[in-house]
């Protein structure tokens, strides 16, 4: 049987009791949206190019809209393949059980095909994973034991009385730290969360998960890096982890009401687009303009023009400079 693996943290209970509150909020908003379909798919298509561009796919997010749209796009065909691959993936999560060793090396065969060698199958060799300056920075479990580990963690996985939030964060762990494939290991650890968040509640297959790892990617190689020494602690990963889904659900929470305040008057949007930007602020107060209107899909200057009316109502405030300062967000 896997030994354990990370440390209980005391902070744990109350991060997961915050994302359950969100999943409630979202799941509430995304009625009154409207555009539940719109907004769940957007989010799909965001975690697909945020998963492959991690790995180094090229696409820009409009090409991979333009792929899962069955349009031709112009690009390396490698790179193509690849976020094809990925799209059959997250769209297979509801045929997938996270706890069958079968299925998660179908899962890796649907991400990989037509672009590795072993694809959907256990790498037959050792690997390495080193930095670009040649350094080691991790070696992968020994080939002839991996087939072992990865039953043992999903039988661990499928038997753990923890909360989902934090089996689905050390399985992902865990995976990377095993790393059973040649090539795809990220992509799969990524979606077996993913699958796993799924199963607990099904409206996680369709959060920007993905989406916020790539904009923290330093700190998701950090949090890898540190669980693993000086000695297997996943706590590190799981804390990276949990941070990520509260933000992620946040974002999700911010652009859902600026989508179901879309369906009412002008004046609705407005007051339903600064409920968003305000509640973005106060998760994190220092997010620049640029950034709000990527999490919400506007215009840079969109955002400014709702900026520059928050700022004359009193509604929020800027410490600090242009650069390093904050936002603070009024509470009258």
Same mark, same amino acid.
Not at 143 to 148: A, G, L, T
Not at 232 to 240: G, K, V
């Given at each position: 049987?896997? +030994?354990?693996?990370?440390?209980?943290?005391?902070?744990?209970?109350?991060?997961? %009791?915050? /994302?359950? *509150?969100?999943?409630?909020?979202?799941?509430?908003?995304?009625?009154?949206?409207?555009?539940?379909?719109?907004?769940?798919?957007?989010?799909? &298509?965001?975690?697909?190019?945020?998963?492959?561009? /991690? $790995?180094? @796919?090229?696409?820009?997010?409009?090409?991979?809209?333009?792929?899962?749209?069955?349009?031709?796009?112009?690009?390396?065909?490698?790179?193509?393949?690849?976020? %094809?691959?990925?799209?059959?993936?997250? *769209?297979?999560?509801?045929?997938?059980?996270?706890?069958? =060793? *079968?299925?998660?090396?179908?899962?890796?065969?649907?991400?990989?095909?037509?672009?590795?060698?072993?694809?959907?199958?256990?790498?037959?060799?050792?690997? *390495?994973? =080193?930095?670009?300056?040649?350094?080691?920075?991790?070696?992968? #479990?020994?080939?002839?034991?991996?087939?072992?580990?990865?039953?043992?963690?999903?039988?661990?996985? #499928?038997?753990?009385?923890?909360?989902?939030?934090?089996?689905?964060?050390?399985?992902?762990?865990?995976?990377?730290?095993?790393? +059973?494939?040649?090539?795809? @290991?990220?992509?799969?650890?990524?979606?077996?969360?993913?699958?796993?968040?799924?199963?607990?509640? +099904?409206?996680?297959?369709?959060?920007?998960?993905?989406?916020? !790892?790539?904009?923290?990617?330093?700190?998701?190689?950090?949090?890898?890096?540190? #669980?693993?020494? +000086?000695?297997?602690?996943?706590?590190?990963?799981?804390?990276?982890?949990?941070?990520? !889904?509260? $933000?992620?659900?946040?974002?999700? %929470?911010?652009?859902?009401?600026?989508?179901?305040?879309?369906?009412?008057?002008?004046?609705?949007?407005?007051?339903?687009?600064?409920?968003? &930007?305000?509640?973005?602020?106060?998760?994190?107060?220092?997010?620049?303009?640029?950034?709000?209107?990527?999490?919400?899909?506007?215009?840079?200057?969109?955002?400014?023009?709702?900026?520059?009316?928050?700022?004359?109502?009193?509604?929020?405030?800027? $410490?600090?400079?242009?650069?390093?300062?904050?936002?603070?967000?009024?509470?009258?």
């Amino acid at each position: 049987m896997i +030994p354990n693996f990370y440390s209980v943290q005391s902070g744990w209970a109350g991060q997961i %009791e915050q /994302i359950v *509150e969100l999943l409630g909020r979202v799941s509430a908003i995304e009625e009154m949206s409207g555009r539940r379909v719109e907004l769940r798919r957007n989010n799909r &298509i965001n975690a697909v190019h945020s998963s492959t561009a /991690i $790995e180094g @796919n090229a696409l820009t997010l409009a090409q991979v809209e333009g792929v899962a749209n069955g349009e031709p796009v112009y690009a390396p065909p490698r790179d193509v393949k690849e976020v %094809e691959n990925a799209l059959v993936a997250y *769209e297979s999560l509801e045929t997938l059980d996270p706890w069958q =060793v *079968e299925d998660f090396l179908r899962a890796h065969g649907l991400l990989t095909a037509g672009l590795v060698v072993e694809s959907g199958a256990f790498r037959t060799v050792d690997v *390495e994973i =080193v930095n670009a300056a040649g350094e080691v920075l991790h070696t992968g #479990s020994r080939s002839d034991k991996v087939p072992r580990l990865v039953g043992e963690l999903l039988e661990w996985g #499928s038997a753990s009385t923890d909360h989902p939030l934090v089996v689905s964060s050390a399985a992902h762990f865990l995976i990377e730290h095993i790393h +059973p494939f040649r090539d795809g @290991n990220g992509r799969i650890g990524r979606l077996w969360q993913t699958l796993i968040l799924t199963r607990w509640r +099904p409206v996680m297959a369709w959060m920007p998960i993905e989406t916020l !790892i790539r904009a923290h990617q330093d700190g998701y190689y950090r949090a890898l890096q540190a #669980s693993r020494e +000086p000695t297997i602690d996943a706590a590190p990963f799981i804390d990276y982890m949990l941070a990520v !889904i509260t $933000e992620s659900l946040t974002s999700y %929470e911010a652009r859902a009401k600026a989508e179901a305040a879309d369906v009412g008057a002008n004046v609705g949007v407005n007051v339903g687009l600064n409920e968003a &930007i305000l509640s973005l602020l106060r998760a994190d107060p220092t997010l620049s303009a640029a950034a709000i209107a990527a999490r919400l899909g506007k215009t840079s200057r969109t955002i400014e023009r709702h900026f520059a009316h928050l700022k004359a109502s009193g509604q929020i405030r800027r $410490e600090g400079s242009a650069k390093s300062g904050r936002w603070v967000v009024s509470t009258g």
